[in-house]
């Protein structure tokens, strides 16, 4: 196997060490993507769940708009709720996107960085008013979506659906993915699902070993909310990578638009990423014993495949810990 290491050479895919041009003006980064494009950063997941027990609880996120004239640009930010029932008894209490709020450049504050930012929090009880959803019918698995639209002052929208992989990852310096799921979970400890684990791929990806190798030890930390985690592994020569997931109830939901690489197949235009998500059902867990749990997760996640000839590949890995 060749590694990649900031080359965009490999045979198998693994995960990619190099900063989407951290060191340079992101804005000016951003224009070698999406000409005249925009962005919506996500600087900070303050709290990213709902705590079934809680109807306070807190959805709390820092969001940072870059474009070409340095936020002048921007028309309006709107956010779409919709509500997705993953308990199955029968009775399907989803309710599709709608328009939830629209945020005006007035609603912005300038940050350090000299661009707009805004910081945006919706309470449980606040998200189950607006779907007209009774905290009855709410079990932990279900989930909360929020979807955002840029809209531009010359007509364009700017969203998930135009924009590349290296714009809506979480890991590069962009982490403009305009969408957010939020899970209603039952709290686990801060100190489980944490420590060292042997990882073990136990289903193929596209490449086959979706991580380099089919077997090896990761670390796994807290995360930004109380049930995230993410583990942690040194490639040698590569250097350290990260990968997010939540335990909820008894399974375990990888985060959405995790990134990787691999050969752009059709093209070499590394403006774009081979991105995972979740499979359905995403993986098994036990809140109660963090002894082994499972992710399935799908590779060219909603079509972020780089050209690639696969879409939502299904991969699955093993995690038991030592």
Known sequence: MIRKICLLIPVFIILYSCDDAEDENPIETVLEVVERGAVLRTTSINNGEFDITNPQSVFNIDLEESDIEDGALMSSMDVFLSFIDNTIDGNNSSVNRFLFKTYLPENFQTGANGLPVISIDYTFVELLEATAIDVSSVACKDQFRIDIDLNLTDGRTFNTRNSAGTIVNNSGSFNSPFTYLINIVEPIPTDSFIGVYQMEQIEDGFFENSFTSPIRMVEVFNGHSNNVRIFRFIEE???????????????????????????SCNSHDISDRILLGPDNPPGIANSEDDTVFELYFLEGFEGYNTGCDFTDFPAKIRLSKQ
């Open 237 to 263: 020569n590569a250097g350290t990578f990260s990968v997010e997931f939540s335990i909820v109830c008894d399974v375990a939901i990888m985060t959405r638009y995790q990134k990787i690489e691999a050969p």
